[in-house]
């Protein structure tokens, strides 16, 4: 079911998916127009949705990460979290479209700490950043268990 809302037009099944699950994958064009997809931590902070440039190891430290030059040059993208079970009537999904900005992890106190209370290696380390903002404009759900 569609929602040209933000995360609170969200029914509440579909929001306590979105902020149990571990991983989400974030969805975003490269420079070809190609479409990514890539799995991702996130946590909901404010308005927004927010995902770390962390310290795990990169394919080129010295380089922007692809995602980030991805979303420089296209902000839109799309993160998808779902519940996949066995008994298919436990199936569940939602997607939340919007456009990324980009954020110096300074910048954004509240999303280094809804990222660290969501993952404990963040407590440790804080990721450096930047940190990826999606600003939700469309939600999307659905569930395979009647309402």
């Known amino acids: 079911m569609p929602s040209p809302a933000g995360l609170g037009a969200l029914p509440p099944w579909a929001r306590e998916l979105l902020e149990r699950a571990r991983v989400a994958h974030l969805g975003l064009l490269d420079p070809s127009d190609h479409p990514r997809v890539l799995p991702v931590t996130f946590a909901i902070a404010g308005d927004g949705i927010w995902s770390a440039v962390d ?72 990721p450096p950043g930047p940190l990826l903002r999606l600003a939700p404009a469309r939600c999307l759900w659905w569930r395979a268990a009647p309402p």
């Open 55 to 126: 310290r795990k190891p990169k394919r080129d430290p010295a380089r922007e990460l692809a995602r980030v030059r991805y979303l420089r040059r296209d902000p839109r993208a799309c993160l998808t979290v779902d519940r996949y079970a066995e008994e298919w009537d436990q199936l569940a999904w939602v997607q939340v479209l919007g456009r990324v900005a980009i954020v110096a992890a300074p910048e954004a106190p509240e999303a280094l700490a809804a990222l660290a209370a969501k993952y404990e290696p963040y407590r440790s380390e804080a």
